[in-house]
């Protein structure tokens, strides 16, 4: 799912290319992406852009007579900008926005179509669709500290919980994590203060960093390549592959359709985490510690 350093570039891009332009026409080519009949989305028709904003990880797009769109990509929405009208495009497109310099369209890859639209008036009704996570970018440590320590859960659960804090998401709050040198499974309630400054430091550090990479990276081009396993990430989606810091080999815990990557020795102390499907199975076989594992190996 994209997280906030990439719905940053996307608002980005599009603020360059749409704002100040009239949208002119929209094709929508699977229905079940528009959720809301009440503005219908033939209001947004012959409207300027006026405004774009970032709704957790939400793209917002605030058109004249206070009309918005709100698009949230979910796992595999991905928007595209081209310069000319689309063709008929395969099964991947979703829908087309068509503006008076070039069309944004809106793909989605994979079976399950959970990508969706609302077409909403007034600036009022976007705050039902913010969350009320705390931007990361306009706190403060006591504020960040205040949020993430408001429920107990673990860290992961509680950088990833849209409530909590805006825009970060599985990839992002791994490589949080492993910056911070915390365990995904530590409890907010056990943080002492020192890291606690650690996780705000980290959380700031690392959206920052990547946001200006993936800047650098585009070189004012609209974003291509939009996905959750990057180049130079220390720990995401690298199960198997070396810790940058200390060379240990990266672990995982899988769960549903997600995993949680980690460095056993930067960040749980050399304790291997219990993954719930290997270590039912392993049972008493499963090891315990890095060491363990790097012993039978």
């Known amino acids: 799912m994209p997280e906030l350093p990439d719905i940053t570039l996307y608002l980005e891009a599009l603020a360059a290319r749409i704002k100040g ?33 970032r709704i957790g990880k939400r793209v917002a797009i605030g058109l004249e007579a206070d009309i918005w769109l709100v698009f949230h990509l979910m796992v595999a929405g991905r928007f595209q900008w081209q310069d000319e009208p689309p063709g008929r495009g395969g099964r991947q497109l979703l829908a087309a926005l068509q503006f008076e310099n070039g069309t944004l369209t809106l793909t989605e890859a994979g ?10 008036s007034g600036r009022e009704s976007l705050r039902n669709h913010d969350p009320g996570g705390l931007e990361i970018s306009r706190a403060d440590a006591e504020a960040f500290l205040a949020a993430v320590t408001r429920e107990n859960h673990t860290l992961k659960r509680a950088l990833t919980d849209p409530r909590i804090l805006s825009g970060v998401g599985n990839a992002y709050s791994d490589e949080i994590l ?13 943080l002492d203060t020192e890291e606690a400054l650690r996780l705000f430091q980290a959380t700031r550090q690392v959206l ?3 946001t200006e990479r993936l800047r650098e990276q585009s070189a004012g081009d609209f974003p291509k390549k939009v996905t959750a396993f990057r180049d130079g990430m220390a720990v995401h989606g690298r199960f198997g592959k070396p810790c940058p810091i ?7 815990i899988r769960y549903a359709t997600n995993e949680t990557n980690y460095c056993p020795r930067c960040q749980t102390d050399g304790r291997l985490l219990a993954d719930r499907s290997l270590s039912r199975l392993l049972k008493k076989d499963w090891p315990r510690s890095i060491d363990e594992l790097e012993g039978r190996q």
């Open 111 to 120: 079976t399950k179509k959970r990508a969706s639209l609302h077409v909403l």
């Open 208 to 210: 920052d960093e990547w």
């Open 246 to 252: 200390c060379a240990t080999t990266v672990q995982r």
């Open 21 to 53: 332009r009239r949208l002119v026409r929209t094709d929508l080519y699977n229905p079940f992406l528009l959720r809301t009949a009440e503005p219908a989305l033939e209001a947004a028709h012959g409207r300027r852009v006026l405004e774009l904003q």
């Open 178 to 190: 492993h910056r911070a040198r915390l365990s995904p499974i530590k409890l907010t309630d056990k």
